[in-house]
């Protein structure tokens, strides 16, 4: 890494950040088709397929993950990972269970957008823009106010499927256990390898560049969501 | 850059005991996601019997083999002829299609029409009640293109026994239809866009009388003759 100039460092950012908005255009969806018409054929409690398939969309979906590694990133106390990791849980859970109940449909784009966005948020905040800018965040609540987004998206992507209304409440638990299942898989890959990192000296060098990363990734996820919002 | 330095505490790498039992209990989690989960539902390869059982090889199967509803109604023969989409939904058209295949329609007919307005996500179903071998002819329309299952559901068996005919995403469908059972046969209705869809239908066929369900449950319909 050493050798890398900062114009070829772009480049690889770049090509970084186009990977991740392809890996999630290919994985962000991928609720959809080939899963619906079984799904739909599911009249009352089915609570694998959904446990399996809200387990699926967490450890495939690239934008969670993104926002997860930024939340942890700089996150080294196991108790400070829990706390934070359960405000995002209350937040999407919360608006996963309302939204489906309630039926909310908002557009999947801009919710993705958002989610996107959140991506963005989190890295700039990990890159110290807030306190240059000197902006005090309430880092917890700004986590369980874009958990709530993450809700919301989970809820809207729960609706495509165009699940059956009888079994709904068990089916969604399913669903929502199936999310935290999920995420623990994914952050117990996550936090491992990151700990792996930390305990090099390279950490303290390439912190700040990850993050731009994950700044540029937010920013390919966000406007890949706009663009498709704008086309439909 | 000299503001940017997070607190960086120490992290000593783990022991070699440590990324042993680590690794190893991670290969575990991993063969049991394997061979319970991912297996069952990505491949289809159930080895231990919990995929059938759970419903998770379901969701290894594509295409129409996905719905054993529409597996099962689209083994039937002799169930849905699809017409031209201007075909007039009248009881000289019924009797014609019929005919042409070797059928004949009960002398006493009745014609129907309907309307609804789908908000966005909202869905409803309306189905009409035949017997055995009763015939209709329909043709409905939708402002903007629904989710569509032209399904029926047998008097004899229920819900389990359901047989779907037609799933897709439509704004129009006109056919006839000989109802494979005795039982209510009819269309479910799903508006998949953020603005309000409306559907109407017109038919003519052996049926008395209609049922719709929605978000209240089930409701009798009284049919409106044209």
């Known amino acids: ?232 | 850059m000299t503001d940017f330095a997070p607190a960086t505490p120490p992290v000593t790498l783990p022991s070699r005991r440590r990324v042993i039992a680590g690794s190893a209990i991670a290969a575990v989690v991993l063969a049991l996601a394997l061979v319970f989960f991912i297996m069952p539902a990505e491949l289809g390869i159930d080895l231990t019997g919990f995929g059938e059982r759970s419903g998770l090889t379901g969701l290894a199967q594509k295409g129409p083999a996905a719905n054993v509803y529409l597996q099962r109604g689209l083994q039937r023969k002799n169930v849905l002829f699809p017409l031209p989409a201007d075909a007039r939904p009248d009881e000289a058209t019924l009797r014609a299609t019929l005919a042409a295949h070797g059928m004949a329609a009960p002398a006493k007919l009745q014609t129907d029409h309907w309307q609804v307005e789908l908000q966005p996500y909202e869905n409803i179903e309306m189905k009409y009640l035949l017997k055995q071998g009763e015939p209709m002819i329909f043709a409905w329309r939708a402002s903007a293109p629904v989710h569509v299952d032209q399904h029926s559901v047998p008097d004899q068996g229920g819900n389990p026994a359901t047989e779907s005919f037609v799933i897709t995403d439509a704004s129009a469908q006109t056919a006839v239809y000989v109802a494979p059972f005795t039982g209510i046969h009819g269309w479910f209705w799903q508006n998949q866009s953020l603005n309000p869809v409306t559907v109407s239908i017109e038919a003519t066929g052996a049926f008395g009388r209609a049922v719709i369900f929605d978000q209240g449950g089930e409701h009798p319909r009284q049919l409106q003759p044209r």
Not at chain 1, 29 to 41: E, F, G, M, P
Not at chain 1, 106 to 124: Q, R, T, W
Not at chain 1, 209 to 220: C, E
């Open chain 1, 1 to 232: 890494m050493q050798a890398l100039k900062p114009l070829p460092r772009l480049a690889v950012a770049i090509g970084i950040a186009v990977l991740a908005a392809w890996a999630s255009a290919a994985f962000a969806h991928d609720l959809s088709q080939a899963n619906k018409t079984y799904v739909q054929s599911i009249n009352g409690p089915a609570p694998m397929p959904f446990f399996y398939l809200g387990a699926k969309h967490m450890v495939t979906g690239i934008d969670h993950l993104l926002f997860l590694l930024g939340v942890i990133f700089f996150l080294y106390k196991l108790r400070d990972i829990v706390v934070y990791v359960s405000m995002f849980t209350i937040g999407h859970s919360t608006t996963l269970l309302l939204g489906v109940l309630l039926g909310t449909g908002l557009n999947s784009y801009l919710v993705d957008a958002i989610i996107g966005f959140s991506v963005m948020y989190k890295a700039f905040e990990n890159l110290g823009g807030f306190r240059r800018l000197g902006i005090a965040i309430n880092t917890k609540l700004a986590v369980l106010v874009f958990g709530l987004f993450h809700g919301l998206g989970l809820a809207t992507k729960l609706q495509d499927l165009g699940a059956s209304k009888n079994g709904l409440l068990e089916n969604l638990i399913a669903f929502n256990v199936g999310v935290e299942a999920g995420q623990v898989i994914a952050l117990a890959i996550v936090v491992v390898l990151l700990d792996f990192w930390r305990a090099t000296p390279s950490f303290a060098r390439g912190a700040r560049y990850a993050n731009l990363l994950l700044l540029l990734a937010g920013m390919a996820l966000t406007a890949y969501q706009i663009a498709g919002y704008a086309q439909s």
